[in-house]
C-alpha cells in the first residue's frame, strides 16, 4: 500500500464520519487503554494490599481501645418534673 492508498483513505474516513467523531473515537481509544493498563496493574496493587493485611494480621499493631459512648445512660430519666 502506497502513501497516496493510505491519505486517500484517511481522506474517506474523515470525510465519512467528520473530525469531532474521530476526536472522539480516539479519545474513548486511549481511555480504554489507559483503564486495561491500570486493570493489569491493579491485580499487583491488589496482591500487595493481601499481603499487607496478611502481615498486619499475623502481627497486629498495638491499640489502644476507647471505650464505647452510649447515647442513653442507664440511669432512669426524670420526667415532667
Do not use: C, W, Y
Not at 11 to 40: H, W, Y
Amino acid at each position: 500500500m502506497s502513501i497516496t492508498h493510505i491519505v486517500l483513505l484517511l481522506l474517506v474516513v474523515v470525510l465519512i464520519f467528520g473530525t469531532k467523531k474521530l476526536r472522539n473515537i480516539g479519545s474513548d481509544l486511549g481511555g480504554a487503554m489507559r483503564d486495561f493498563k491500570k486493570g493489569l496493574d491493579g491485580d499487583e496493587e491488589a496482591k500487595a494490599a493481601r499481603e499487607r493485611e496478611e502481615k498486619l494480621r499475623a502481627d497486629p499493631p498495638a491499640s489502644t481501645q476507647v471505650p464505647p459512648v452510649h447515647s442513653e445512660t442507664s440511669e432512669p430519666r426524670d420526667r415532667g418534673q
